[in-house]
């Protein structure tokens, strides 16, 4: 293999919403960003993972961030300026493209993504920024507390570039250059006794993880026949049952992830057609063929990232290499037993079994077989910070009589989500408790020794409990963007990220930049900061 080296200012490995906003705040400040991303797509849990945007309730006015705002209107200005929406459509400035339940937004991937093009298009013009797709990270080369190099492997080419860089953001999924360059990190579920949380287990696993998803899209032609060849491993995922759970895996009942209590529900309620409905069809619906004329379309389209198709069987973190691959080509094959089990063997909504007309969308998904480029991964290595944020500091339950979450003085954002833990590969239930809307502290992206890596995804300082409200897309985009206007104010200033945070002036000029220059939310207004219930 030939070796290449590269230098830039800022190296961002890792092109999902964090990484992307990361270098969009960077570039901004005008520094230089080579941006870098193991799969062919830029946008992460968004395109990549395929997953619409799991938001709070007060996002189209408040609670995010301007550039962030900028991506979600961009997607809607994409399907006006595009698709043959109806003109009541069309002049609702809020409407939804997928009319969906779970996201005010949802949407196909490929419309997002488009928009994170267009939005880093003028930098790819100008050589400030240089995206490398399909470039996985395999080393790094440290010297003390500073990380001084980075070397990917291409994967389409089979060449190593190793990349020096004033500063590193790990946007990876999994926090993969912690562990490349000895970064002090954290993985699994932390004990009661560490943190003294509520939800926390009395004692500490690190295999203890947020099982993952193998997402894919489908629409259904009820006419037709699209059963897919029967998976492999079709007749295990068939008759698995899990202790905790309350029927076989593939079946319509399900935990309610709050009471724990048995649901049922069905992949329809009633017509399709329907703009909400109480049904997996209306879940996560990516596509609502009633938003265009009649006729012109076939179906709707559904994103599914359901209970039926979380894997918690193993968990990525911890294991070998081997064992991590095994694990996901079991979440490939839950995924693809769902499909042929929903054509085949699914209980109707109408009587009978099966819906043969379900059919896999490969082109929505940007892949051969339908299945999402890749796993939806909701857990990270997370660093070791100068400052961890735990359920204490955001959790309803756990602050008691203290009205709102933590006030933190060094404030770099703002977020809103219920603690959304899903079963985890230690064979445990939901864990989902309410917060307050709370703020994303400067000292949880900080490293507690190294001088110049930065977490730019789900890796901050955050419990696992905690990860379960802040690994959300407006979120993680949120963090992101912190993280790259940090490492572009240290060049900037000749400063350290760990002085900003603790000299009172460097902060205050720093939060100023991000506010004035940037459009960032520091604090929620107080007749947001105390509401609870809102899901």
């Not at 490398?132 to 190593?160: F, S």
């Not at 926090?175 to 949380?197: K, M, P």
């Not at 069809?281 to 039926?308: A, C, E, M, T």
Request: with cysteine.
């Amino acid at each position: 293999m030939s070796m290449n080296e590269r230098q830039t200012d800022i190296l961002i490995v890792g092109g999902g919403l964090g990484g992307v906003a990361g270098a969009l705040a960077a570039l901004r400040l005008g520094r230089s960003v080579i941006l870098t991303e193991e799969t062919d797509w830029l946008g992460g849990q968004m395109t990549v993972q395929a997953v619409p945007p799991d938001e709070h309730p007060w996002i189209e006015t408040l609670g995010c961030t301007a550039s962030y705002r900028r991506l979600r209107n961009g997607i809607r200005d994409y399907y006006r300026r595009n698709y043959p929406l109806l003109s009541s459509v069309r002049e609702d400035p809020t409407f939804n493209p997928g009319s969906a339940g779970v996201s005010r937004i949802c949407h196909e991937p490929r419309v997002s993504l488009a928009v994170m093009e267009e939005m880093l298009a003028p930098y790819r013009a100008s050589k400030k920024l240089e995206v490398l797709l399909r470039h996985r990270p395999v080393r790094a080369e440290t010297d003390g507390d500073r990380v001084k190099a980075v070397t990917l492997l291409d994967e389409t080419t089979g060449q190593e570039t190793t990349i020096s860089a004033s500063y590193v953001l790990d946007a990876t999924e999994l926090g993969d250059l912690l562990e490349l360059a000895g970064v002090e990190h954290v993985i699994g579920a932390e004990s009661q006794a560490e943190h003294g949380e509520k939800h926390a287990l009395p004692e500490a696993n690190p295999l203890d993880q947020q099982s993952i998803t193998w997402c894919f899209v489908i629409d259904y032609l009820p006419d037709e026949d699209h059963t897919i060849e029967k998976p492999a491993d079709y007749d295990f995922w068939r008759n698995y049952q899990a202790d905790f759970w309350p029927n076989k895996h593939l079946s319509w009942y399900h935990s309610n992830p709050i009471t724990l209590e048995t649901e049922h529900r069905m992949l329809f309620h009633g017509p399709s057609d329907e703009p909400k409905g109480r049904d997996f069809w209306h879940f996560r619906r990516i596509f609502y063929r009633k938003h265009y004329p009649d006729g012109l379309y076939p179906s709707d389209i559904v994103l599914v990232n359901w209970w039926q198709n979380d894997y918690w069987l193993g968990p990525l973190l911890g294991v070998s290499e081997e064992e991590k691959q095994k694990n996901l080509r079991s979440a490939r094959q839950l995924s693809l037993s769902l499909v042929y089990w929903m054509q085949t063997e699914a209980e109707r909504h109408d009587g009978g079994y099966g819906y043969r007309g379900l059919r896999l969308r490969p082109d929505i998904a940007g892949t051969e077989d339908g299945l999402a480029k890749g796993i939806y991964i909701r857990e990270s290595r997370r660093i070791k910070a100068e400052f961890t944020v735990t359920e204490n500091h955001v959790g309803v339950e756990a602050r008691g009589d203290l009205q709102g979450a933590e006030i933190f003085p060094d404030t770099v954002g703002i977020g809103s989500y219920r603690i959304d833990l899903h079963p985890s590969t230690a064979n445990r239930n939901s864990v989902d408790v309410s917060t307050w809307p709370f703020q994303v502290p400067l000292g949880a992206l900080l490293p507690q020794r190294v001088e110049n890596l930065l977490p730019a995804c789900k890796n901050l300082g955050v419990t696992h409990i905690t990860n379960g409200c802040y690994r959300l897309h407006p979120v993680e985009w949120n963090i992101g963007e912190a993280a790259g206007a940090l490492a572009a104010y240290c060049l900037e200033k000749g400063l350290a990220p760990r002085q900003v945070r603790n000299n009172p002036a460097h902060l205050a000029d720093f939060q100023r930049l991000l506010q004035d220059g940037l459009g960032f939310e520091l604090a929620w207004p107080d007749d947001v900061r105390f509401v609870q219930k809102y899901y």
